[in-house]
């Protein structure tokens, strides 16, 4: 079964807009991240937020994590045209790595 | 701000050779791992590394596959007699996991691509 699965799978938006990317996932973890990608790029680490956490944020980003449903949310707010990038959510299932969702492509058009 | 580093950016390699991709992780990170992205698909998990020693490995880290940290600072991934599916990004990636700070910081990646 596959682990960590956003939706949506594309979302295109225009700048200032709020962009929500949602993740679900299937077995117990030791925390949920998420991470970015340009292009052909690396993964940028965004934001962290452990099982016991409900909602974190920093800066334009808000995470938000219910265990009972096994799901987490990504909201940027205010969104700028370099937000434009994949989406990925990575859950950390107290194990050696981190297992990666498809991830979602936004595009923001300024 | 300490970052993971790898090399090549980009490695063109006749399909049967050996390549070796090299990172370099964040000094005082103790866990080590390889994922790769074939293109348009998701990152999957390799292989993680601790203490001199593969702690975990997927399926696909198959005999063709090995890792080694030859020195202090050096993470190697190497696969032998390369396949055309070996084509993908590669990316590097180490974490503190010490005092619950198990961010993963990932480096820029090698493009693959196996000829």
């Known amino acids: 079964s596959q682990q960590g699965e956003e939706d949506p799978q594309a979302l295109s938006i225009q700048e200032g807009e709020n962009a929500t990317m949602n993740c679900s996932y299937k077995t117990s973890i030791n925390n949920l991240q998420w991470y970015r990608q340009n292009s052909g790029r690396g993964l940028v680490h965004l934001i962290l937020?452990?099982?016991?956490?409900r909602e974190k944020h920093s800066g334009r980003l808000r995470v938000t994590l219910d265990t009972s449903k096994k799901s987490s949310s990504l909201l940027i707010t205010a969104s700028r045209a370099a937000d434009t990038a994949s989406y990925f959510c990575a859950t950390d299932q107290y194990g050696n790595k981190l297992v990666f969702g498809a991830g979602t492509i936004l595009r923001v058009k300024s | 701000e300490p970052e993971v580093t790898q090399t090549p950016s980009h490695q063109v390699t006749q399909m049967g050779q050996e390549v070796i991709l090299r990172c370099v992780p964040i000094?005082?990170?103790?866990?080590f791992y390889w994922y790769r992205q074939i293109l348009g698909q998701k990152v999957e998990f390799l292989v993680s590394?601790?203490?001199?020693?593969?702690?975990?490995k997927s399926e696909i880290f198959d005999d063709q596959f090995s890792v080694e940290r030859p020195d202090g600072s050096n993470f190697t991934l190497k696969i032998r007699s390369t396949k055309l599916e070996d084509s993908a990004m590669y990316f590097c990636a180490s974490t503190e996991r010490t005092g619950g700070k198990t961010e993963a910081f990932f480096g820029q990646g090698t493009r693959l691509t196996v000829v």
């Open positions: 937020i452990r099982s016991n956490e």
């Open positions: 590394f601790y203490n001199n020693e593969i702690s975990e």
């Open positions: 000094s005082n990170h103790l866990y």
